[in-house]
């Protein structure tokens, strides 16, 4: 009888891509293995799962967070027994050896009823501040698998391991590429928001850019801008004859994108940070300031004190306040040099098969949470 196992993942693609790595893993070390997704009819997960040929169940739960209206929160309540209900069936159905939930609304009731049925169930946490559902989790689960050891103070786990972002497969070999060094010529600069843009960085950036005479033969920029605000940005760039931007709706090359580049602007979600420190790449980190929890400045303060990133809040985010951080970066090369020094302490080039490991019990001792 083939062993089954349950990721519990939903909502948005921070989950479920990291997710989705872990269960291709687990199927390649063990191809006797069946794994299962949890997640919600309405999310992401319907589109994204089944094009992978995982099998997907799903139970009707909403958002508690911060961010959603009290009417949306009570709707949650209201469903929360019958997802829980939802969960009794599935987890009785399949008798998974093992169930990690990755965050999100629906990992809740899956890990909560796997737990008290005396299933082995982990949580894995990207985020310096974890999330809602993995907070309440976590007293419940046999261990956590964390990014960063900040994250203990806002969980009660018994046992913990650190561990690394399982990456996109594109960033598999980023360790057999030659790495391209700061020259003392143009700075080159990403930009992107993520892919949807971020208006708020767009509009700085490109307002920034257009005084051409100022920047023109001292920066090279790509900028991502998101296919919403694509044709206002590429206008912008035009009108003011700003020939050293170019801008793209959407990057399908992030690695090598990454790899041309000596500074990136950018948001500061945990994929992103982990793309950074896999390329040891500099950064000025704006984090999305309605982030469930405000995650992204926790993720970047981290960063920062460890001398790893620049952080410029959305709400001190304009063309002054970017331009004196570039400009002190730009006569500093040396300092773009420490931050992807202190940034690639932060990669786990085997992340993806660490995790399988843990989860199929073939690692070592966890660390003890009181020991922190």
């Given at each position: ?5 349950i ?16 269960a291709?893993?687990?199927t ?27 099998p997907?169940?799903t139970i009707?739960?909403?958002r ?13 309540l209201?469903?929360?027994p019958?997802?829980?209900v ?6 009785l ?6 169930v990690?939930?990755?965050g ?11 737990a008290?049925m005396?299933k ?16 309440w989790?976590s ?9 960063f ?6 969980l ?23 790495k ?8 080159k ?14 509009n ?6 257009s005084?051409?005479?100022k ?35 959407y ?9 041309w ?14 793309e ?14 309605w ?14 004190e ?13 063309v002054?306040s970017?331009e ?31 995790i ?8 070592e ?8």
């Amino acid at each position: 009888m083939k062993d089954k196992i349950i990721i519990a993942a939903g909502g948005t693609g921070g989950h479920i891509y990291p997710a989705l790595a872990i269960a291709k893993a687990v199927t390649q070390m063990n191809p006797e293995c069946e794994v299962h997704f949890v997640g919600t009819p309405n999310g992401l997960e319907t589109k994204l799962i089944p094009r992978e040929n995982f099998p997907l169940h799903t139970i009707t739960i909403g958002r508690l967070n911060r961010n959603v209206g009290k009417w949306e929160r009570l709707k949650t309540l209201l469903l929360m027994p019958w997802a829980f209900v939802q969960s009794v069936v599935v987890v009785l159905k399949l008798q998974p050896k093992w169930v990690l939930g990755v965050g999100g609304f629906a990992s809740g009731p899956v890990l909560l009823v796997a737990a008290l049925m005396g299933k082995k169930t982990f949580v894995w946490e990207p985020n310096a501040y974890p999330g809602m559902a993995n907070r309440w989790l976590s007293p419940f689960v046999h261990a956590g698998l964390l990014l960063f050891q900040d994250s203990l103070k806002y969980l009660k786990l018994k046992k913990w391991y650190q561990v690394g972002y399982p990456l996109r497969e594109v960033f598999s070999d980023v360790q057999k590429r030659a790495k391209v060094p700061v020259e003392n010529g143009l700075l080159k600069i990403l930009v992107f928001g993520g892919s949807q843009g971020a208006r708020a960085i767009n509009n700085v950036v490109a307002e920034l850019f257009s005084e051409v005479a100022k920047w023109k033969g001292r920066v090279e920029v790509v900028h991502q801008t998101g296919p919403i605000d694509f044709d206002a940005i590429q206008a912008k760039y035009v009108d003011c004859g700003c020939d050293f931007v170019q801008p793209f709706a959407y990057l399908y090359d992030m690695r090598d994108r990454y790899q041309w580049a000596d500074l990136v602007i950018c948001r500061s979600g945990a994929g992103t940070l982990a793309e950074l420190a896999a390329m040891s790449k500099a950064s000025i980190l704006v984090p999305l300031p309605w982030a469930a929890d405000d995650h992204q400045k926790k993720n970047a303060q981290v960063l920062v004190e460890q001398k790893a990133a620049e952080m410029i809040e959305q709400k001190d985010l304009s063309v002054s306040s970017l331009e004196r951080v570039i400009v002190e970066l730009e006569k500093n090369r040396n300092k773009i040099g420490q931050m992807e020094s202190a940034i690639h302490q932060f990669y786990e080039p085997n992340a993806t098969d660490h995790i399988v490991k843990i989860l199929s019990g073939q690692e070592e001792e966890a660390h003890e949470a009181r020991s922190i």
